[in-house]
């Protein structure tokens, strides 16, 4: 037992040394991007490219359908049985019923675009920014059908190509655009990343199964896309209502206190995401088909679990602690001085990294079970509380206040999914990873009390204990 988990405990290691790499250069690209777009526009820039890109998350959520995910699980599912046939006929019904969605979402985001401008910014002066958006819909949905081909096959190298060619042709093709025409270059360039991503994803497709001869009608085509739908439809309202409960906040925000306000929150909320994004991708790309395909036998799950939450907190509370400790050098590097007032709020929000990476873990089992209802349950909940937090805290105590209300929200979250995970699935988390949980805990709060206190050497010391844990116990794993 103990040499089954230390191998999927390299497993995890694997994917995230894979992945981390992938998203330090994506990150790095992305860096140099928002650096620029600071300098260069400000925090106004800033804002509008969180604006326009949860308007463009909220319309493909609203019409690809769940399709990805729900796909991963089923192509998983058929890999994990050696069924070249049946994984044959999946892709070509994902790529089909894509194809159609991704018009759809297109001609959706023309349909509205007048009034996400009015709503967004109280006129029309932007309509035509989100007419020209379309494309990016369209192209976006495109992507993730191939992506999600890959993901369920296992094809992770190419995965990960795709990422970082995407990233660094997009930025290319983005600082001349960011430099010759400022405000006005935030839409072209969201175009310009989209069609680089395009481009590379149908490059680096997945070949493997075009040999093998597919004769589905379209009839038949609708049928069997239809049972991803109906999973996906769960998975595509919870990813909506969260894509809309962030766009209602981001345009209560920008009514309340101002673009450039937003352009803070956007700066601190991409900030938290952007070093958890070197963990987390690797869960949702490798940990979720690796789950899906065992998610018959109770055991196993609930050991992959485990496992990856052991992993994941691990190294989150070295990037963590580390994050807190230089906090204000990351915040000058990647942006400038004039966002510095997003340092409480980025580090009060690090404690909810943990508990994100806690419920992230349980809730994919959610998806693996294919449970759409009980899905949508805990998301449209957590959604519910996130906005009203969000809400509370910035009246509160302005923008610090909304790092605390996202600590808060994921610990409620974790709590929501733990019921699911431990009541009605009626599985359990090893001694050891309880253990885990509550030393990351008490590290993060640990760092962040020290260096608020103004005691960094104190920081710096939970910081290399933190870093110490992280080397030692990846060390004994490769043993």
Request: proline letters at 1%; aromatic letters at 12%; hydrophobic letters at 55%.
């Amino acid at each position: 037992m103990a040499q089954g988990r230390n191998a999927i405990s390299r497993q995890i290691i694997k994917a995230m040394s894979v992945f981390g790499g992938v998203q330090a250069l994506t990150i790095l690209c992305s860096i140099v991007r928002t650096k620029l777009v600071a300098v260069w526009i400000g925090p106004v820039g800033i804002g509008l490219f969180g604006i326009y890109n949860s308007a463009i998350d909220m319309i493909n959520n609203i019409a690809n359908m769940g399709i990805r995910s729900s796909s991963v699980r089923d192509i998983s599912i058929e890999v994990e049985r050696g069924n070249r046939q049946r994984i044959a006929e999946i892709i070509c019904v994902v790529r089909r019923w894509t194809w159609a969605l991704s018009a759809a979402a297109a001609l959706l985001m023309l349909a509205t675009a007048p009034l996400l401008s009015k709503w967004t910014f109280g006129d029309d002066n932007h309509s035509l920014g989100f007419i020209m958006l379309s494309v990016a819909v369209m192209l976006t949905a495109l992507v993730n059908c191939e992506q999600s081909i890959l993901q369920g096959t296992r094809r992770l190298r190419r995965l990960a190509q795709v990422g970082v060619c995407s990233a660094a042709v997009g930025l290319a093709v983005s600082v001349p655009l960011f430099y010759f025409l400022r405000d006005d270059s935030i839409v072209l360039s969201i175009i310009a990343y989209s069609a680089a991503a395009a481009f590379f994803a149908w490059k680096f497709r997945n070949k493997d199964f075009s040999s093998t001869q597919v004769t589905l009608s379209y009839k038949e085509t609708a049928t069997r896309g239809a049972g991803f739908v109906r999973l996906g439809f769960f998975m595509t309202l919870g990813s909506f209502l969260a894509m809309l409960s962030s766009y209602i906040f981001i345009a209560y925000l920008n009514h309340e206190a101002g673009t450039a306000t937003v352009g803070h929150y956007q700066a601190g909320y991409t900030l938290i995401h952007r070093y958890a994004a070197l963990i987390f991708t690797a869960i949702g790309t490798e940990y979720y088909p690796r789950l899906a395909a065992v998610c018959h036998s109770k055991l196993r799950t609930g050991l992959f679990a485990s496992q990856e939450i052991n992993i994941v907190l691990t190294v989150l509370v070295a990037i963590i602690s580390l994050f807190i400790l230089f906090r204000q050098l990351v915040v000058n590097i990647l942006y400038s001085s004039d966002f510095n007032v997003i340092i409480p709020f980025i580090t009060y929000a690090s404690l909810g990294i943990v508990f994100q990476a806690i419920s992230q873990c349980m809730a994919y089992v959610i998806i693996a079970k294919g449970k759409g209802k009980t899905y949508i349950v805990t998301e449209s909940t957590s959604t519910i509380i996130g906005l009203a937090l969000n809400i509370l805290f910035f009246n509160i105590a302005g923008l610090d206040g909304l790092g605390w209300a996202y600590a808060v929200w994921y610990i409620a979250y974790t709590i929501i999914v733990g019921i699911v995970y431990f009541n009605q699935f009626k599985f359990t988390l090893h001694r050891s990873t309880i253990f885990m949980a509550s030393y990351a805990t008490i590290m993060a709060l640990a760092a962040i009390a020290t260096m608020n206190l103004g005691l960094w050497p104190l920081t710096a010391v939970v910081a290399i204990i933190a870093v110490a844990v992280c080397f030692t116990s990846l060390r004994r794993k490769f043993r």
